[in-house]
Every structure is written in C-alpha cells, then in structure tokens.
C-alpha cells in the first residue's frame, strides 16, 4: 500500500479511459454515475482494502459491495487493473456469452462479491456479513457504497437502525452524493438534507470528504471506525461524468451511450490529463 499519490492519480486517469473503451465497446450507457466513483474505487483497492486478488475467498478479506450496481464498468475496471481477472475479460463487458453482466453478479468473478442492480439492499446484506465477522470475531470490515438516489428508499434506514443498534463499527457506508438520479436533480426528486445529519441520528459517526480528493480520501478512511461501537456513514460529494467536460453534472449521462464522436473527445481528454 506505499504507493505515492502522484501514481493514484495515474492510475485513476487510467482507470476512467478503461470505462470509456468498454462502455463505448459495449454500447452501454450509466457511464456519468461510473465516472463519480472511479476516484473512490481507486482509494479504496490501491490504499484501504484488504484484499488480496490471489486469495480473494480468504475468510478474513475485507469485503466491498458495489450496491449503486449500475455503476458496474467502474468496478470491473479496477478489479481488473488490480489482477483479479484479466483484460481479455475487462474486454467482455457486455457481450453475449461473457461474465461481466450490466450489473454485478454475485461471484461470477474473483472480487465480487455481491449481486447489485435493485437497489436499496445493499447496507442490508453489508450489515448480514459485519454482523456475522463481529459473531465470528474476525477483523475484516465491511465497506459498501451506495447511491445518493438510493437514500430514497426505506431499506436504506431499516438497515441503518439496525447496524446502530448492533454496533457494527466494522460497516462503512460511502454514498456517492453526485446530487443526480435517474429522473432529476436528488434534490428536486427527494431532498435529503440536512443528509449527514440525518446518518448522526440513526447513531453512525459520520464525516464528509471530497470524493474526487484522493489523498483526503485516503487519510479519513484510514481512521476508520469514526467512533467506536458505531457504524460508519461517509458521505462523498462527487461529480457525475467526472474528468470528462461535456459529461459532468449532466443529467442525460446518466444513461446516455457514446457515439463515437463522443468517445473520441472524451479520449482525447484523457490524454490531454496524461493517461498512458
């Protein structure tokens, strides 16, 4: 886990020309709600998890639940630059006869480790398996990441309730508040503010950061459990479609595919950034 910031920040920008080539390849749209956690992914599988693509059933891994599942071109993305399956794979998103599904199947690669795409149950399977590492005594911690949309549903505070009254201090939730979803601005749709006070009152210890910061990142979620004896909620305030221009905080990327005029600015882009 030594490896600098500056390398990060490489590997995001790689990362991000990844999603583009194969959501391009495939024709697939949910590429804006890919881009706002790509930043997030990066931090998470290059400084925080303990996972090791070698051994990735080992009984005390931490465990990472893509519940926001449409954003699942992220997550193959980074799995596939950190050796859990090859790029030949990375290259079957989407294709007839391939195991990279739109949205996340449950193990039907090495790394993961959920099957998302109705939302709003995610935090419930991710308190399941915190609660059972704190019955079984084990170390591993249970990260998941939901949507800001996702917040909507009354899943998300039944679980919440219940990670608190357990005391699951090795659950932690990141949302990805990109303050976008399907059919409007969230604020226009529900609004969930005051969001993190919201998550103080369930009994989490919460905090915020910038979610495109990745060395903030990397600090506050090295101080994980925010407070002992409480699960955690980190709201990450993120851009839909970012590092691409035309693309951030436009509603139509949310589901839009690439023309390949399209694809070709946002390559170029890239590479403006310095993507190798």
């Known amino acids: 886990m030594g490896l600098k910031m500056n390398n990060l920040k490489q590997i995001a920008r790689n990362l991000r020309r990844d999603i583009l080539d194969i959501s391009y390849k495939a024709q697939v749209g949910h590429i804006g709600s890919a881009l706002s956690i790509i930043d997030i992914l990066s931090v998470l599988y290059y400084k925080i998890l303990n996972i090791d693509p070698a051994d990735s059933k080992n009984v005390d891994r931490d465990r990472f639940l893509l519940s926001k599942g449409h954003a699942a071109s992220a ?3 980074v799995l596939c630059r950190k050796h859990f399956f090859t790029e030949t794979e990375l290259f079957t998103f989407c294709q007839n006869g391939g195991r990279l599904a739109v949205h996340p199947e449950n193990m039907s690669l090495p790394g993961i480790e959920y099957a998302s795409g109705s939302l709003g149950h995610g935090l419930a399977v991710a308190g399941g398996l915190a609660l059972a590492g704190k019955k079984k005594h084990k170390q591993y911690r249970v990260f998941v990441l939901l949507s800001d949309a996702e917040c909507n549903e009354g899943s998300i505070w039944e679980s919440a309730l219940f990670a608190a009254q357990q005391k699951l201090d090795n659950l932690v939730v990141i949302v990805d508040y990109n303050k976008m979803q399907a059919m409007g601005r969230t604020e226009d749709i529900i609004q969930l503010e005051p969001f993190i006070d919201k998550w103080k009152a369930f009994g989490w210890g ?9 060395s903030e990142m ?3 979620l090295s101080q994980i459990p925010i407070q002992k004896n409480r699960p955690n909620a980190i709201i990450a305030h993120t851009t839909l479609g970012k590092g691409i221009s035309f693309m951030e905080d436009k509603l139509n990327w949310h589901y839009l595919t690439m023309t390949e005029e399209h694809f070709k600015n946002a390559i ?3 590479e403006l950034q310095g993507i190798k």
């Not at 919460?206 to 910061?213: A, F, Q, V």
């Open 75 to 77: 997550l193959y993305a």
């Open 206 to 214: 919460t905090l915020e950061i910038d979610g495109h910061n990745l």
């Open 218 to 220: 990397e600090k506050k």
């Open 268 to 270: 170029r882009e890239l």
